[in-house]
């Protein structure tokens, strides 16, 4: 296979992994455009987690939005990410100019295949459930307290979808 081949072969077994996956309950796929997808990965703290995928010349890039600014101080909440980003794997937590934080990947053309595709979309899922909620409580901690101070849940038990019993769970 020529170099040129590559990101056509790539985006075939991108569609097909999906589409199998899909298929079995474990995603929903959104759409596909030219060399990208958009699908949802169930999460237990997010409920899904919205993802891009995109086939470029060298590598499959991947970005998800995790959550928005902090309200409260930046710096603690940032630095629960940053520190994420020193454990091995693909994803990578980032910023965008407004402060909302992302999580983006990529991945060379030449290693991508189903294992490599499922490790990518389980990652996400894994960085985002065990990220979501320290994130939260440094991020939004005041906003958090009034909402418990209101009879709200907070986030010491699951949220509804999560919990045994609940359809859907």
């Known amino acids: 296979m020529t170099p040129d081949e590559l990101p056509d072969r790539v985006v075939a077994l991108l569609r097909e992994h999906l589409e199998r996956e899909a298929a079995e309950g474990r995603l929903t796929i959104l759409g596909f455009r030219g060399s990208a997808a958009e699908v949802l990965v169930p999460s237990e703290w997010k409920e899904t987690v919205a993802a891009t995928l995109w086939v470029g010349e060298r590598s499959l890039r ?30 990578r937590f ?53 909402q418990v101070a209101r009879g709200g849940p907070g986030l010491d038990s699951l949220p509804p979808w999560a919990r045994e019993g609940t359809p859907g769970a």
Do not use: I, M
């Open 62 to 91: 991947a970005e998800a939005f995790f959550l928005r600014a902090p309200e409260d101080p930046a710096g603690p909440a940032y630095r629960v990410l940053l520190e994420r980003n020193l454990r091995p794997g693909a994803w």
């Open 94 to 146: 980032a910023a965008s100019e407004a402060g909302d934080v992302w999580l983006v990947a990529e991945v060379p053309l030449p290693t991508v295949d189903a294992e490599v595709l499922d490790r990518l979309l389980g990652g996400l899922v894994a960085l985002t459930d065990e990220t979501y909620r320290p994130y939260l409580r440094l991020a939004f901690g005041a906003a958090l307290a009034e």
